[in-house]
C-alpha cells in the first residue's frame, strides 16, 4: 500500500521571541516562509545555491542558511532574524552600531546576513582576531564593500567586549 | 592603511559638513532588516510570474502549449512571445542600417538566441505553483547553428538576426592625430597579434525584479522596482507598449547594488506590464540568481587584433593602432553606445597623440550585454595598460620608468586628448609614487628572492586607469548622426515645509552610495543648518517629478550631477529664505545671514533671528501680509546641466565626457610554479577623484570597486561551451571574492579639484578596472624568470596561469618587435 | 558508514558507499546517520587541496595516511569517486609512482582541462604526503 506523502504540515516556531503557529506546504524553504508569511523581509536572498549568505538566520543559536531548510525543519526551534538584533528601547546593537561607524555596508543587502554570522561568532567569540571574523563571514557575499570595513566593524566590536 | 594629501590648490570652497564623513542616513534602517527592496513589497492578490526560458543557444520555435499550465489549479495566466508580437512594437535601437534592423522583443518571437532566453511568463498564486507552472509549458524548438565566438559570428556564415542580415551591429574607424606620421618619426614598432578582454558581470547581491501594477481607469503602470536608469527605462518602454512616458511610474526605493547591470530591464518590465493588464492584478517577478548570471547582464568582451605600437627607444609611445571586435551577446540593447564611450579615455593615462581603432561590435549566442560596472573604458584601459607593460618588457625599460615617462603630466592639466576629450585635473606620477610607497616597491627584489626559497614567483604589477565621469551624450551621435542624444542632466528638489523641514528630492536611483547623506551634506552647508535636520526621501519616484530624461545612477556621475543639482536647488532656496528674512526683519539682504538653523541678522540682537520653521509657516500658512509682487514658494526644482557644447561628428571628437577621476593600482603577486595558483599578498588603491564629498564613501567605492577587479582578474568568468550552454551559471562556479580571498587593501588618496563641476568633485566609484590591469600586470613580472610569457587575456584563473607556466613561448609568438 | 531507513540501520565501507558524482547508496527514505573513522595508533594525517580562492570550489584534492609502513592516498575529485592509492613507501618517488599508476583519466571543466587536473592531483598526494610526514614527526 503507497501512501500519499502529505503536502503540508502544522508548525510551531519561535520567531524572535514571538511563537507563529501556521500550515505551511511541505516544499517551502524556510527564508520564503520568514519573507512571505510572517512578513519579516529584512532576511534576504541573494543566490539559489547556498552561497551567498543573505539569507542567514540563527537557528537555535546558531548562524543558518535559511534557504538551505525547509520550513517544516524549523518546528519547535527557536529563530532569530535580523529584526530580533537591536534591543526593544528602539537602541541599535553594538554590532549594527559598529557596521554603521565603520561603513560597512553600501548597498545593505547581504548586511542582515552579514550581522546575523558576525552575532553567532561574537556569541561564541567575543574577541575575534581578523582571520576568525573573516572565516566566520566567509559563507557571506557582499558585492559593495569588499569586505574590509565589515571585518573591522567585527573586530572592532569584539575589542570593546 | 591609508594615506592623503591634497594636491593643487583646491577651489574656494566652503567647507562645513561637506568633506567630513557623517553617519550615514541610509544606515539605521540597512542595520535593522527594514530596508525597502522591491521583493518586501505586497499587494492584495498578487501573482508570482516565472519565465519559460530556452534551454538552446539558438533555434527555432516551432510551437509553444500552455494548456497544461493553464490547466494546474492557482495559476492566473501566461504570456508568449505571439501576444508580446501582437500587443508591443520591437523595442528602439541606437545603431545605424542594417544592425538597426534587429528585432527585439519582451519575449522571444520566433527565434530564441541564447540559453536562457525569456520564450514565455507564467503568473500563479505563489512561487513554487508558478516554477511548477512553467515547467508543464511545452515549447518545441528546431535547433540551429551557434555562434559563440565574435571572431566567427563576424564572418556571417551563420545570421542570427534575419532582418539585419549581417551579425554586425556597428563597424566604424576613428582616426586622431597621424598614425603613419607616428610610424614614420618612432624606432620600433611592437606588434601585439590579439589580446582578450573576458566576459564578467558584478552580479549585484540583489537579482532584478518588479512588482508592477495596472490601472484600468487610467492605463497608469507602477512598477516597484530596481532599475537604475528609469529614464531611459521609460524610453525604452512607452513607445513598445504604445504608450506616454508618464503611464509608467517608477518607484524605487533600496535596492541591492546596480553596477550597471541594472539598466537594460527593459524586456522583464514589458512582460510584468502586459501580464498585470492581461490579468487584472499586480504581479511580482524576483529573478533567480542562475536566471540572473544565465540571460540578465554580462559586461562587454572584447578582442584587440592586430595592435601596432609606435615606440621610441627610450620608451616614449608615440601612438598605437588597433582593431576591436566587441561581442555584445544577442541583443544590442544599450548597445551600440559601448562602441564610442571608450572614446571618452582614449589615450588612457599617456601622452601619445596618434591613435587609430578600427572598431566593430557583433551579436553572439550569449546573453546580452549591459553597462557593466567600468563600461567600456575598463576595456580599453586594460589594452593601454596591456601595451604599456608589454612595449616595456620588450624594450628591456622598467614599468614604473614606462609610466613616469608617458603619464600626461600635472602641469599639462586641463589636457585635451587627441580626441578632444579634456582632462580636468590630476597628478598620476604623484599617485604611482604613492601605490608604490605603500606596497614598499623598494623591498621588491629581497621579496622575489625569498618568495623563491617557498617555490613561488613574486611580480609587482601597476594599473593606471581613469573613471571618465559624467557623460555627454551626444558621444552616440558619433555613432549615428541621426540620434538626437547630446549633453546630461539631473534634476533635485529641495524645499522648506511648513513646520520648518527642509526636504530633499532626488533624481538619481541609489544603490548603495549613500546619496542620501551626500545631499543632505551639501545642503546643510548651503543653508547653515545641520545634515540632522535634512531629510533626503529615500529612492526615486517618477510622480515626484523630480527627474529629468537622463536621471539614474551610473557611469560615475552623483558627485557632480546629482550634487550639482541639489546644490543648485539649495542654492535657490537660500537666496528665497534671505530675501524673506529680511522682508520680515526689515533688513537689507546683505545682512542676513543663515545659520544655525536661523535666518538672522549678522551681529544683531539675539531676537533678530527667525528659525527656520517661522520662514516655512509665513509662506505656507501666514502670508497676508507679503506684498502682491513677492511670492516666494520655498520650494524649488533645479535641473543641473553640464556645458559640453556639440560634438564633431566628421572628425569624431568632442567632449564626451565631464570629470576625470584618476586611479592608480600597485600590486604584488605570488605564482606558486607547481600548479599555477595565484595569490596576491600586496595591494594598494591611490585614488584622485577631486574634492571629496564623504571620504569613507569614496574609500568604500574604492575598496569595492578594488575587489570587483580583483575578482575579474582572477576568477569571474562566463564562460560558454561550444553549443552555448553557459559553465559558470551560479556562484560555485562563477567564484566571486569571498571575505578569506581578499587581501587587506591599502588605500591612499590626493585631491586635484576639477576646475568644471559645482563642488570641485568628480564622479567616481566605477574605478576603471584598475586591479584587473595590476593584476594582468604583476602576473607577468612574476612569470618572467619561467620564460617570460605574454599575458594576453584579462581573466588569468589558475589554469591559465599554469598553461602560461608550461607553455610560454605560444603567448610570445603573440609579441613581434620590428625595427620601423 | 551508517545508514539508517525504515528497515532499521545498515553499515557500509566507504569503498561501497560511493556510487559516482552526488550519488551513494544511501538510497529514498534513507540518512546517512555517521562515519565512524578507526583511529590507527601512531598514524599521521595530512591534506591538500587546490581550491577557487581560499576555500571555493575544490579542483582536485588528496588526503594522506602515514602508518609505520603503510602509506595511503585518497585522491578526490579526479574521478566519479575517490581513488584510493596504497604507494610503497611515503617518498616522493614512490607516491609518483603510485600516481602514474594509477592512470587517471579525470574529468575536464571549466575549471581545469583533464592534463591539468591530474597534475594537481599529483602535486596534492606529494603535499598531503609530505604534511602527513611533518605531523608524524
Known amino acids: 500500500m503507497t501512501v500519499e506523502p502529505s503536502r503540508s504540515m502544522a508548525i510551531s516556531v519561535d520567531v524572535n521571541g514571538d511563537v507563529y503557529e501556521r500550515d505551511v506546504d511541505a516544499r517551502r524553504l524556510l527564508v520564503h516562509f520568514i519573507r512571505d508569511e510572517l512578513e519579516l523581509t529584512g532576511t534576504h536572498i541573494g543566490c539559489d545555491t547556498g552561497n551567498c549568505g543573505a539569507c542567514t538566520v540563527h537557528l537555535d543559536g546558531q548562524a543558518v542558511k535559511s534557504c538551505m531548510l525547509l520550513a517544516v525543519q524549523a518546528d519547535g526551534a527557536k529563530v532569530r ?54 572565516t566566520a563571514i566567509q559563507g557571506n557575499i557582499c558585492r559593495c564593500t569588499g569586505y574590509v570595513n565589515i571585518v573591522e566593524a567585527i573586530t572592532s566590536v569584539g575589542e570593546q567586549a | 592603511m591609508s594615506t592623503t594629501e591634497t594636491g593643487t590648490a583646491p577651489v574656494e570652497l566652503q567647507k562645513g559638513h561637506v568633506g567630513q564623513s557623517i553617519p550615514r542616513k541610509e544606515d539605521r534602517r540597512l542595520v535593522q532588516g527594514q530596508g525597502i527592496f522591491f521583493d518586501d513589497v505586497r499587494r492584495h492578490g498578487m501573482g508570482y510570474v516565472h519565465f519559460v526560458r530556452s534551454p538552446h543557444a539558438h533555434a527555432k520555435i516551432v510551437s509553444i502549449d500552455v494548456a497544461a499550465a493553464l490547466a494546474l489549479d492557482g495559476v492566473y495566466g501566461t504570456l508568449t512571445g505571439d501576444e508580446v508580437a501582437i500587443q508591443t512594437d520591437p523595442f528602439f535601437e541606437m545603431s545605424t542600417a542594417p544592425g538597426n534592423e534587429i528585432k527585439d522583443y519582451a519575449l522571444a518571437v520566433g527565434k530564441v538566441r541564447f540559453m536562457g532566453e525569456p520564450v514565455a511568463a507564467v503568473c500563479a498564486a505563489t512561487r513554487e505553483l508558478a516554477r511548477d507552472a512553467a515547467e508543464l509549458v511545452e515549447v518545441e524548438y528546431e535547433p540551429l547553428d551557434v555562434l559563440v565566438d565574435a571572431r566567427e559570428a563576424v564572418k556571417d556564415e551563420t545570421v542570427m538576426h534575419d532582418d539585419a542580415g549581417t551579425n554586425t551591429v556597428w563597424s566604424g574607424v576613428f582616426d586622431w592625430g597621424d598614425w603613419e606620421g607616428a610610424k614614420a618619426e618612432a624606432h620600433r614598432i611592437v606588434t601585439i597579434e590579439e589580446l582578450h578582454f573576458h566576459r564578467f558581470s558584478s552580479t549585484p547581491l540583489e537579482c532584478s525584479g518588479a512588482l508592477v501594477e495596472y490601472e484600468k481607469a487610467t492605463g497608469q503602470w507602477t512598477l516597484h522596482c530596481n532599475h537604475q536608469m528609469p529614464g531611459v527605462g521609460a524610453i525604452w518602454m512607452a513607445p513598445a507598449l504604445r504608450t506616454g512616458i508618464d503611464k509608467l511610474r517608477f518607484i524605487t526605493k533600496d535596492i541591492g547594488g546596480g553596477f550597471g547591470n541594472k539598466i537594460c530591464l527593459h524586456p522583464y518590465y514589458v512582460t510584468l506590464c502586459l501580464l498585470s493588464r492581461k490579468l487584472n492584478r499586480p504581479v511580482n517577478w524576483t529573478e533567480w540568481r542562475t536566471d540572473q548570471h544565465t540571460a540578465n547582464a554580462h559586461g562587454n568582451e572584447r578582442w584587440f587584433h592586430d595592435v601596432e605600437v609606435a615606440v621610441k627607444d627610450d620608451g616614449t609611445m608615440l601612438g598605437f593602432n588597433v582593431k576591436a571586435l566587441d561581442d555584445c551577446g544577442a541583443f544590442p540593447r544599450y548597445e551600440p553606445l559601448g562602441c564610442i564611450i571608450w572614446a571618452q579615455v582614449t589615450p588612457g593615462c599617456y601622452a601619445w597623440r596618434n591613435i587609430r581603432v578600427d572598431f566593430t561590435q557583433v551579436t553572439t549566442n550569449k546573453a546580452p550585454v549591459s553597462p557593466n560596472r567600468g563600461y567600456s573604458r575598463m576595456q580599453h584601459l586594460w589594452l593601454t595598460e596591456r601595451i604599456c607593460d608589454i612595449v616595456g618588457t620588450e624594450l628591456g625599460i622598467d614599468p614604473v620608468e614606462m609610466r613616469k615617462r608617458n603619464y600626461v603630466k600635472t602641469e599639462q592639466m586641463p589636457y585635451e586628448t587627441p580626441n578632444g576629450c579634456v582632462y580636468d585635473s590630476g597628478d598620476y606620477a604623484r599617485c604611482l609614487d604613492i601605490a608604490l610607497e605603500l606596497i614598499g616597491y623598494d623591498t621588491i627584489e629581497e621579496r622575489r628572492a625569498e618568495a623563491l626559497t617557498r617555490g613561488k614567483l613574486l611580480g609587482i604589477g601597476i594599473g593606471s586607469t581613469l573613471d571618465s565621469g559624467t557623460n555627454n551624450f551626444g558621444q552616440s551621435t558619433l555613432l549615428n548622426p541621426e540620434l538626437q542624444f547630446s549633453g546630461n542632466n539631473e534634476a533635485a528638489t529641495v524645499k ?112 533678530a533671528a527667525l528659525p527656520f520653521m517661522a520662514l516655512g509657516a509665513i509662506v505656507n500658512a501666514n502670508n497676508a501680509f507679503l506684498p502682491p509682487d513677492f511670492n516666494p514658494t520655498l520650494n524649488h526644482r533645479f535641473v543641473y546641466r553640464p556645458y559640453f557644447g556639440m560634438v564633431d561628428t566628421e572628425k569624431k571628437t568632442g567632449k564626451l565626457t565631464l570629470t576625470y577621476a584618476t586611479q592608480i593600482h600597485a600590486c604584488v603577486v605570488e605564482v606558486d610554479r607547481e600548479t599555477g595558483v595565484t595569490e596576491i599578498v600586496d595591494y594598494a588603491a591611490v585614488d584622485d577623484c577631486g574634492v571629496r564629498i564623504h571620504p569613507q564613501i569614496v574609500e568604500g567605492q574604492v575598496h569595492g570597486a578594488t575587489v570587483h577587479a580583483i575578482g575579474a582578474a582572477l576568477y569571474e568568468d562566463f564562460v560558454y561551451d561550444e553549443d552555448g550552454q553557459l559553465l559558470t551559471s551560479n556562484f560555485y562556479d562563477y567564484h566571486v571574492p569571498h571575505a578569506l580571498d581578499v587581501p587587506a587593501l591599502k588605500t591612499g588618496a590626493i585631491e586635484s579639484p576639477s576646475p568644471f563641476t559645482p563642488l570641485g568633485s568628480k564622479g567616481m566609484g566605477e574605478g576603471g578596472g584598475g586591479g584587473i590591469h595590476c593584476i594582468c600586470s604583476a602576473i607577468q613580472d612574476a612569470l618572467k624568470p619561467a620564460g617570460a610569457p605574454i599575458v594576453y587575456d584579462s581573466c588569468n584563473p589558475y589554469h591559465r596561469v599554469w598553461s602560461m607556466l608550461q607553455d610560454p613561448e605560444s603567448t610570445r609568438a603573440n609579441v613581434k618587435v620590428v625595427p620601423a | 558508514m551508517t545508514i539508517r ?61 602515514i602508518s609505520g609502513d603503510s602509506v595511503r592516498i585518497a585522491l578526490g575529485c579526479v574521478d566519479a569517486v575517490p581513488v584510493l592509492l596504497a604507494p610503497d613507501g611515503s617518498d616522493a618517488d614512490s607516491v609518483r609512482q603510485a600516481v602514474e599508476a594509477a592512470n587517471l583519466d579525470p574529468p575536464a571543466d571549466v575549471h581545469a582541462s583533464a592534463d591539468y587536473r591530474r597534475h594537481l592531483a599529483g602535486v596534492c598526494a606529494l603535499r598531503a604526503v609530505a604534511q602527513a610526514q611533518e605531523r608524524g614527526r
Open chain 1, 81 to 134: 532574524t535580523v529584526e530580533g538584533l537591536a534591543p526593544d528601547d528602539g537602541e541599535l546593537s553594538p554590532l549594527q552600531q559598529s557596521f554603521s561607524s565603520h561603513h560597512a555596508l553600501q548597498c545593505g543587502y547581504c548586511t542582515p546576513g552579514m550581522l546575523m554570522s558576525a552575532s553567532a561568532l561574537l556569541e561564541q567569540n567575543p574577541r575575534p582576531t581578523e582571520e576568525e571574523a573573516r
Open chain 3, 5 to 65: 531507513g525504515e528497515g532499521g540501520e545498515r553499515t557500509v565501507s566507504a569503498d561501497e558507499f560511493f556510487l559516482g558524482v552526488y550519488m551513494t547508496v544511501v538510497g529514498e527514505g534513507e540518512l546517512l546517520l555517521s562515519v565512524s573513522v578507526p583511529a590507527a595508533a601512531n598514524a599521521a594525517d595530512g591534506f591538500a587541496s587546490i581550491t577557487i580562492g581560499r576555500d571555493g570550489t575544490c579542483i582536485a584534492n588528496a588526503a594522506a595516511c
Open chain 2, 496 to 607: 522648506l515645509d511648513i513646520f520648518g523641514e527642509l526636504v530633499v528630492t532626488l533624481g538619481t536611483v541609489p544603490q548603495g552610495q549613500g546619496h542620501e547623506t551626500t545631499a543632505s551634506q551639501v545642503v546643510a552647508d548651503i543653508l547653515g543648518c545641520s545634515p540632522e535636520q535634512v531629510h533626503v526621501r529615500p529612492g526615486h519616484d517618477t510622480f515626484f517629478n523630480s527627474h529629468a530624461g537622463f536621471s539614474g545612477t551610473y557611469a560615475s556621475q552623483f558627485a557632480v550631477t546629482g550634487l550639482g543639482a541639489v546644490k543648485g536647488a539649495a542654492d535657490a532656496l537660500r537666496a528665497e529664505m534671505i530675501t524673506l528674512a529680511a522682508a520680515v526683519l526689515q533688513a537689507p539682504e546683505e545682512a542676513i545671514e543663515l545659520a544655525d538653523g536661523f535666518a538672522r541678522i549678522k551681529d544683531g540682537p539675539p531676537e
